[in-house]
């Protein structure tokens, strides 16, 4: 297990970068987390490092999947957010699977909620809030 401190709301960015550093040629990442952890906050800040625009991010509570492009690399990047999801089959209808196939990054907040059809080789990323309100980013293959 990697670990990340996120010490500050300034120090997101290092965070992130450092993150990427890590991600090597993993394409489905799970993040858990209370609610109020960070996750979109982290997951929007980590798109920008892999080059997307900052205008483009945004949490996709209400589209369930926003669908970003890097501006450096071109790599297609899709960033979910099952908190809404009433179902997996709800989930697998949107067609969850062929995302999760694609070869695209997938960043998946409440992956919980679509457990069964994770892959198996998702790398499962804990944000953990610390009593000093930082951060600890815990990544698990």
């Known amino acids: 297990m990697k670990t990340i401190q996120i010490p500050t709301l300034e120090a997101l960015p290092e965070a992130a970068r450092e993150f990427a550093g890590l991600m090597g040629d993993n394409t489905v990442f799970a993040f858990y987390g209370d609610m109020g952890a960070g996750k979109t906050t982290f997951i929007n800040e980590l798109c920008k490092a892999l080059g997307v625009d900052p205008e483009e991010t945004a949490s996709p509570t209400f589209a369930l999947v926003n669908e970003y492009r890097s501006d450096t690399t071109a790599e297609l990047i899709y960033h979910f957010d099952f908190y809404r999801i009433e179902s997996l089959e709800e989930a697998l209808e949107i067609g969850i699977e062929d995302y999760f196939d694609s070869g695209a990054l997938c960043l ?19 944000i953990r809030v610390n009593d000093d309100d930082s951060r600890t980013l815990e990544i698990s293959e």
Do not use: G, I, K, M
């Not at 907040?109 to 804990?126: G, I, K």
């Open 108 to 126: 998946l907040e409440w992956p919980e909620r679509v457990a069964p059809a994770l892959p198996s080789d998702t790398v499962t990323v804990r």
